[in-house]
């Protein structure tokens, strides 16, 4: 009896015992099954399924004739490792190998490699000799899993430097940066593919379909405005002048098609390799880099990436003329030839204020519009400024794009800066009417010329002419944004032949071409207010009677033997491009030549 009530106490008990353990299973999976399953089901997944990024090739950046490749992607390597499939034993002997092969810190990689993570990244953008030696070292030392060698692609620039603040660069993720490789980066970059892989505890695959491959889609191209035969002259020539004029604050040269807005050449000086964009281009900076601040650094490499051309403002001088010629010229107040309309004294009194004019020291005397311009005279472009008024003047620069970014699709574009039409004075006003006191962009400023040697069509600058269809081929213009119509036919007429006979006879004499119709407008200014810097510029036209290029170059501060006027420091430099050019761009346009004989 005694043994049977025992036995059945024994029983109960481990019946209890049995439902309690059950029950506490039950509501541990319960649990797990749906409190934590969501993140174990993720866990699991990481731990057999290893996916690996596979980059897409960046589209091709052509210039505008498509025969010169300006940016390409090549074939290289990422190395990639999955640290809990190498063993404890191989751990220090891995990280030993990939920090000697890819000249990376040992204990750095030694990190990555301890990591109980799924996938780490070495390095990237790995030429193929480095990633054949990784796979010799692997061979013998049979290393079979945890380290994987996959395609990547890496960004070439043929041509190094040539125009690198218009193109820009990418970083270590194919990511554009900078220029027309950020603009653009959405038809540029393409869509990455991946490399997934089920795996045991091993690090080994699962099954014979263990291994998925994701194919990359490979970016579209694009086909610039820019002509690299027109560029490559104009950067020469730039160079030669920063270092001629020992410009300190470098210059930029803005060449462009008046009738489309395409942008022929758009060059910086000093430019930088876009290969080793992280590599100052300052031999001072460059000597003592190690011992530079970050920040100062950061500063310097941003510098030295700005493309001066649409992100800084400077004073236009002398060249603004021109606007304020045609503005005139269109409302009818004066005429090209009206014999002795205007005398300069040596200058001008406004609101109080003396104004001189530059020759004030000889004053030109009597004079007509076209010979106020050829003498850049600054009493004349006041009298008119005067006579249009602060209303109809700030109509015109609104119409010629003044007073707004031009729209370029280029990033990092800054505005004009004038004084507000409502605080615009008397004082104001003469000096916008000569060039100075304010403040726009190269940018700016060329689209507005060419929109009065066009005959009076503003259009949008374009540095993209078309997209390529990577798949298919196909090629998809961008189309030429008109704007607004700024003057007449009649008026773009008479400020042409003006603009040749400052070339001719006038400041721009040092830009003649012989056999070519040129024509164009010096300018200076000083470079801030009391600062001792000038700007120095001229803009040229040509062929006069039928525009197809306009260029402006623009020099911050020579310092050199020549001054630092735009007739006798800019205007040369014009001449100089105008003559490689012309005789590529229009040919046939020569005067004077026998037509047989071409």
């Given at each position: 009896m005694e043994v049977t009530l025992s036995?059945?106490?024994?029983?109960?008990?481990?019946?209890?015992?049995?439902?309690?353990?059950?029950?506490?299973?039950?509501?541990?999976?319960?649990?797990?099954?749906?409190?934590?399953?969501?993140?174990?089901?993720?866990?699991?997944?990481?731990?057999?399924?290893?996916?690996?990024?596979?980059?897409?090739?960046?589209?091709t950046i052509y210039d505008s004739t498509g025969k010169y490749i300006l940016a390409v992607s090549s074939t290289a390597y990422q190395i990639t490792i999955n640290p809990t499939n190498i063993s404890k034993e191989n751990k220090e002997k891995v990280a030993r190998a990939l920090s000697d092969i890819f000249e990376l810190d040992y204990e750095k990689v030694l990190k990555k490699v301890s990591k109980k993570s799924s996938i780490e990244t070495i390095t990237k953008k790995v030429e193929e000799e480095k990633a054949d030696e990784l796979r010799k070292w692997m061979?013998?030392?049979?290393?079979?899993t945890g380290i994987n060698i996959d395609v990547d692609t890496k960004r070439y620039y043929p041509y190094t430097n040539l125009a690198s603040q218009l193109i820009g660069f990418c970083g270590s993720d194919n990511q554009g940066l900078d220029g027309i490789e950020a603009k653009y980066n959405e038809i540029l970059a393409g869509t990455n593919g991946s490399i997934q892989r089920s795996t045991d505890a091993t690090g080994e695959k699962i099954g014979e379909n263990g291994e998925r491959y994701v194919a990359p889609i490979d970016g579209n191209s694009v086909k610039l405005s820019i002509d690299m035969t027109i560029q490559s002259i104009i950067e020469k020539h730039l160079e030669e002048?920063?270092?001629?004029?020992?410009?300190?604050?470098?210059?930029?040269?803005?060449?462009?098609?008046?009738?489309?807005?395409?942008?022929?050449?758009?060059?910086?000086?000093?430019?930088?390799?876009?290969?080793?964009?992280?590599?100052?281009?300052?031999?001072?900076?460059?000597?003592?880099?190690?011992?530079?601040?970050?920040?100062?650094?950061t500063k310097a490499l941003q510098g030295m990436w700005r493309n001066k051309a649409i992100s800084d403002t400077y004073e236009p001088g002398s060249v603004f003329k021109l606007i304020t010629a045609s503005a005139a010229l269109e409302e009818k107040i004066t005429d090209t030839d009206n014999s002795g309309e205007f005398c300069c004294t040596g200058g001008i009194t406004v609101g109080g204020a003396r104004i001189k004019c530059w020759r004030y020291y000889r004053p030109h005397g009597?004079?007509?519009?076209?010979?106020?311009?050829?003498?850049?005279?600054?009493?004349?472009?006041?009298?008119?400024?005067?006579?249009?008024?602060?209303?109809?003047?700030?109509?015109?620069?609104?119409?010629?794009?003044?007073?707004?970014?031009?729209?370029?699709?280029?990033?990092?574009?800054?505005?004009?800066?004038?004084?507000?039409?409502?605080?615009?004075?008397?004082?104001?006003?003469?000096?916008?009417?000569?060039?100075?006191?304010f403040e726009i962009t190269p940018i700016q400023l060329v689209t507005a010329i060419s929109s009065i040697v066009n005959g009076?069509?503003?259009?949008?600058?374009?540095?993209?002419?078309?997209?390529?269809?990577?798949?298919?081929?196909?090629?998809?213009?961008?189309?030429i944004e008109e704007k607004n119509k700024t003057i007449s036919e009649e008026t773009s007429k008479k400020v042409r032949s003006m603009m040749e006979s400052v070339v001719s006879e006038g400041t721009g004499k040092n830009s003649k071409v012989e056999g070519y119709r040129i024509g164009g407008k010096t300018g200076t200014s000083e470079d801030g207010v009391n600062t001792g810097k000038y700007v120095t510029s001229f803009c040229g036209v040509a062929p006069i009677d039928d525009p197809k290029i306009v260029v402006l170059i623009t020099l911050y501060n020579p310092t050199g033997e020549g001054g630092h006027q735009g007739g006798g420091v800019a205007a040369p430099v014009g001449g100089k491009i105008f003559a490689e050019v012309l005789p590529y761009l229009c040919p046939n346009n020569k005067i004077g030549t026998d037509e047989k004989s071409e």
């Open positions: 036995n059945k106490k024994k029983m109960l008990r481990t019946m209890f015992c049995s439902f309690f353990v059950m029950a506490f299973l039950g509501f541990r999976i319960g649990f797990l099954q749906f409190h934590d399953g969501e993140k174990l089901q993720i866990l699991a997944y990481e731990q057999q399924v290893q996916q690996r990024a596979v980059s897409a090739k960046r589209g061979l013998e030392n049979n290393i079979k002048a920063c270092i001629d004029n020992k410009c300190t604050d470098g210059g930029n040269i803005v060449a462009m098609n008046p009738k489309t807005g395409d942008v022929l050449a758009m060059a910086t000086y000093p430019s930088y390799n876009l290969n080793e964009p992280y590599t100052i281009n300052s031999e001072e900076l460059k000597n003592n880099w190690d011992n530079i601040e970050q920040k100062e650094k009597s004079e007509s519009l076209r010979q106020g311009l050829m003498n850049s005279c600054n009493p004349v472009f006041i009298g008119l400024g005067q006579k249009l008024g602060v209303d109809t003047y700030y109509n015109y620069l609104n119409k010629f794009g003044l007073l707004s970014k031009t729209g370029i699709n280029l990033p990092g574009e800054a505005n004009s800066i004038f004084v507000k039409q409502e605080k615009c004075g008397p004082v104001e006003l003469a000096t916008i009417s000569f060039g100075q006191r009076g069509n503003l259009l949008t600058p374009r540095v993209v002419k078309s997209v390529i269809d990577t798949k298919t081929g196909e090629e998809q213009e961008l189309k």
